[in-house]
């Protein structure tokens, strides 16, 4: 089947010839020869390292060169083999994409200069400061936005959607921060599950049970007080235990989704995550380093307080329960080049404040002890936030209540970040985590960069679920850039009473493996039709699966991958997602194309 797509490529590729304007190059994806793709698309385990560089007035700079950074893996020195300086990262211009034509190629999602997402948390946020973040970002954009900058904003509520696609336009930004309401907390009202038996034990008489239930002392007013208060703890305990498992979930799978939708644009990306808390932290949970190797990777923090982070804590807990995914999750940040930076919308707090975490735990009677462990899960939850911005390359911002300036900060330094390429002396890729560390030959400087990765190769990850991952991919607005492609689509009254799709596949994006006769491919495309409520009505998948000559795959290498589709159309079909899978490492490219366009 595809050898017959590829012997009609020169008569087909006219239907994309005004993607860029020229004969098509759009398949030939031609990165600045200083600046290789993300890590979690190239096979030789190149790790890249984004490092910002700032004086002792926490201006960035500039200048520096390669022979100025030293590099090291777990206390081992490493080679730079790859550097960019800021500003070495060149813009490709490319032309507005027509009407019917779609693509989640790097120059039709945003320059590589600056990479900026707003992220707006309403699952570990509180209404009221959702609200206040909300008119924080409406005066940022209204008095300190600055023209050349280039921004998106998602929003987190049961899922990662995106509010707005990247765009430099003040006003477009505004619009959609106008339109968004702040969520209830869903979650906190959320069905709890079957609670367990609450009441005491039954009483042991001479070594033996009772048939019947004899409780250990009587049901007095006093003692059923006491036993209505024993329910209680066990009912906030369940129900804070199940709202806190979901928040770790949602959380999760929206790291994972930005992490999928921005590895494939090229240089770092910065993501300031508007939130009250968040429900795990990523230090390694990983035995193999040592406290003083972790007091080194978060400085400023004692060893008691190290101890208390490695385990015994909510959000510690919920690192060992979720370990593998986390690991997972953390892999795919690194390698996606991005830095989280969260944003504390509380404000200037005092501990005493309420907040999501509240459910998390039995919270006593005296008020004395109420205040107490405010104030300690206060510090947990801002803790949580230095290390998340540690272990990606951000920085945390809290107790500030200009919060719009805390997003000029980021946003100032953005775009003026160093990126220094190795190839690990440790060739052994087993899944430990690895400590990162820069320094730098001149004095006085300030160094930020992530503190470390997980060696997962997740392109060959045994316990990776493509069809769960594709799934997840195709019901998200927001693009997956992982296998970067443009596709046509052909309303029925144009193709013969179908829906038609023209795939065009960058082969630069997809692998292929040596196999006798050429290059094996394997390669999978998805489309799917989609209601207004979300509902998905239809689908339809072809497979790409065979060896190419060496004549036809140096043609798909600088051309592209070229096949089409077919689909009945749907009534009530409002949305069009499509889908592509390298099948060999699971990586996926998504586009949503909204029928209402048609």
Same mark, same amino acid.
């Given at each position: 089947m *595809? ?8 008569a ?7 993607l ?25 385990h &190149? ?17 520096l060169?390669a ?7 777990n206390g ?8 960019? =300086? #800021?500003g !070495? ?5 490319? /032309?507005?994409?027509?009407?019917g034509i ?5 120059? %039709?999602?945003?320059?590589p ?18 609200a ?29 959607? !995106? ?9 477009i ?17 959320a ?30 007013? =006093? ?6 208060? %024993? ?10 235990s199940?709202?806190h498992d ?14 999928? /939708? ?13 939130t009250?808390s ?12 040592s ?14 307080r ?8 909510? =959000? ?5 329960? $979720?370990?593998?995914?986390i ?5 795919? &940040?690194a390698s996606?080049?991005?830095?989280? $930076? ?16 509240d ?5 006593p ?10 104030a300690?899960?206060?510090s947990d939850?801002?803790?949580t936030?230095? !290390? ?8 945390a911002?809290?107790?500030q209540?200009?919060i ?12 003026s ?6 190839? #690990?002396s440790?060739r052994?890729?087993?899944?430990? $985590? ?15 960069h992530?503190t ?11 316990g990776?679920?493509s ?14 850039t &992982? ?7 052909k #309303?029925?009254? !144009? ?8 795939? &065009?596949?960058? /082969? ?6 040596? /196999? ?7 390669v999978?495309?998805?489309?799917? *039709?989609?209601s ?11 497979r790409?699966?065979?060896t ?5 795959y ?10 089409h ?12 997602r499509?889908g592509v ?9 998504t ?8």
């Open positions: *595809l050898g017959n797509f590829v012997r009609q490529l020169p087909l590729l006219g239907l994309f010839a005004m860029a304007g020229q004969n098509l190059v759009l398949a030939q994806q031609t990165s600045d020869a200083q600046v290789p793709p993300p890590t979690i698309r190239v096979t030789t &190149l790790v890249l390292v984004d490092a910002v560089v700032t004086d002792k007035e926490g201006k960035p700079v500039t200048d060169k022979q100025d950074f030293k590099i090291e893996e081992k020195s490493q080679k730079i083999a790859v550097f960019s =300086a #800021p !070495e990262r060149t813009a490709r211009s490319a /032309a507005p994409l027509p009407p779609y693509s989640n190629r790097p120059e %039709y999602r945003t320059p200069q600056s990479v900026s997402v707003i992220l707006l948390d309403a699952v570990n946020t509180s209404f009221k400061d959702q206040y973040a909300r008119s924080q970002m409406l005066k940022y954009l209204k008095q300190q936005f600055q023209p050349n900058q280039r921004m998106a904003i998602f929003t987190l509520t049961d899922s990662l959607r !995106e509010l707005q696609d990247f765009t430099s336009d003040p006003h930004l505004q619009a959609a921060l106008e339109k968004y309401t702040p969520q209830e907390q869903k979650l906190a009202k069905a709890n599950p079957d609670l367990p038996n609450t009441m005491p034990p039954p009483q042991v008489l001479s070594g033996k049970a009772e048939a019947s239930v004899v409780y250990s002392f009587p049901l007095t007013p =006093a003692n059923s007080t006491i036993m209505a208060s %024993y329910g209680l703890q066990q009912f906030q305990n369940a129900q804070g199940y709202v979901r928040r770790v979930e949602i959380t999760l799978n929206a790291m994972d989704t930005l992490a999928r /939708a921005l590895a494939g644009l090229p240089g770092p990306k910065s993501v300031m995550w508007l009250g968040f429900p795990f932290t990523l230090i390694p949970q990983n035995r193999n380093v406290g003083e190797e972790l007091a080194d990777v978060l400085p400023g923090m004692d060893q008691e190290l101890g208390a982070r490695a385990a015994g804590t909510v =959000a510690a807990t919920e690192r060992q329960s $979720y370990s593998s995914e690991q997972q999750t953390s892999a795919r &940040l996606a080049q991005v830095a989280i $930076y969260p944003v504390d919308v509380r404000g200037l707090a005092s501990g005493m404040e309420a907040s999501m975490d459910l998390a735990s039995f919270q009677l005296n008020p004395s002890d109420v205040a107490q462990a405010r300690a899960q206060l939850t801002q803790g936030m230095r !290390e998340i911005a540690r272990e990606t390359g951000g920085q911002f809290i107790n209540n200009e719009k300036d805390s997003v000029a900060l980021v946003l100032q330094s953005t775009g970040s160093y990126t220094l390429g190795y190839y #690990p440790d052994k890729w087993d899944g430990k $985590y690895r400590r990162i560390s820069l320094k730098l030959d001149r004095d006085k400087l300030s160094l930020r992530r470390g990765y997980f060696a997962i190769d997740l392109s060959q990850f045994k990776r679920d069809d769960r991952v594709l799934a997840a991919a195709l019901v998200q607005s927001v693009p997956a &992982l296998v970067a492609f443009s596709a046509r689509v #309303p029925p009254a !144009e193709n013969k009473g179908k829906l038609g799709v023209d795939f &065009l596949v960058d /082969a630069n994006t997809f692998s292929a493996e040596d /196999a006798k006769g050429g290059k094996k491919i394997d999978s495309f998805y489309a799917a *039709l989609f207004s409520s979300g509902k998905m009505l239809k689908n339809a998948s072809m790409a699966n065979q190419l000559g060496a004549d036809d140096q043609q798909v290498m600088q051309r592209g991958m070229l096949l589709m077919d689909l009945d159309p749907q009534k009530d079909a409002k949305d069009l499509l899978r390298d099948n060999r490492t699971g990586y996926v490219g586009i949503d194309a909204p029928l209402g366009t048609q």
